[in-house]
């Protein structure tokens, strides 16, 4: 009988929708924060919680309901979430702390860039600026985002870095396919099935946001081929992920927080 410890963290990136902001479409997936906790609390789950600093400064009543009414921990994902990375990283940082900092009362120790678009020389910033641990970095290839294809699976330290470590997003071993829920949702039955029967990373940190979840007008919104993608399996989505869930179970996963797996990490490092 394997004695091999099996962890599985669940995280969120608490965003606006996508890349709307404009009155009608901004945020509307906080009218389902209600239906998130239900979610959550009825699988008995902890989740980890990335959220953008201007999110904190305009919404702080849902970012409380969660803290409260969930199993939860907060962490940084960038201060305005600009996918097309129009601003100073370091600049981006600061405001990004100041907006966590007068949110909770201290300074994040981890972080996660939107799309998972994190250079080297933006990771020994973190470090830097005292960042314990970054989760970005998808161990696997997008067109014009990122190629991690060379990247572990597993957490390790970045080079350069003294102390940090990266805990990349789970990706299955070998296709390097991303076990987000974004992923689940899109490929559907197929998908859940190889992961029921795959190998899997002995740490698995899985994304998800609330848009890959519950349908809002942000969706009609989207411009092809995107609209398509995120609209594929959306209404069965929350039961994907209960399958997902119940799947990692069987395999002897044990559901714990990101800060649980960073520990483990270092410990070992």
């Known amino acids: 009988m394997s004695t091999t410890t099996r962890n599985a963290s669940i995280t969120l990136d608490l965003e606006n929708d996508w890349y709307f902001e404009e009155d009608g479409y901004d945020h ?4 389902y924060i209600d239906e998130y906790i239900q979610l959550i609390n009825n699988l008995d789950l902890p989740v980890t919680i990335f959220v953008v600093g201007k999110t904190l400064e305009r919404f702080p009543e849902a970012i409380e309901k969660l803290q409260q009414e969930t199993d939860s921990e ?5 201060y305005q979430h600009d996918i ?57 290839y997008r067109p014009g985002i990122y190629n991690n294809l060379d990247i572990p699976l597993q957490p390790y330290r970045p080079a350069g870095a003294t102390e940090m470590i990266e805990l990349p997003i789970a990706a299955v071993p070998r296709f390097r396919i991303p076990i987000t829920q974004s992923y689940l949702k899109l490929l559907g039955r197929p998908y859940l099935k190889y992961i029921e029967h795959a190998s899997l990373p ?18 009609g919104n989207l411009e092809q081929p995107l609209r398509s993608i995120h609209n594929r399996n959306l209404d069965r989505s929350t039961a994907i992920f209960r399958q997902f869930v119940s799947s ?22």
């Open 248 to 269: 990692l179970r069987g395999k002897g996963y044990s559901f714990v927080k990101l800060s649980d797996v960073y520990e483990a990490a270092r410990n070992s490092a």
């Open 74 to 78: 907060f962490f940084l994902h960038s």
């Open 202 to 219: 002995e740490t698995l940190v899985f994304d998800s946001h609330l848009q890959d979840f519950y349908r809002t007008a942000s969706h």
């Open 84 to 140: 097309e990375k129009r601003y100073d990283f370091e600049e981006e940082l600061t405001h990004g702390k100041r907006a966590f900092r007068s949110f909770f009362g201290t300074d994040p120790v981890g972080y996660r860039a939107p799309q998972g678009n994190i250079e080297q020389n933006e990771l020994q910033l973190l470090e830097r600026e005292g960042f314990k641990f970054d989760s970005s970095r998808f161990p696997s």
């Open 28 to 31: 509307l997936t906080f009218e």
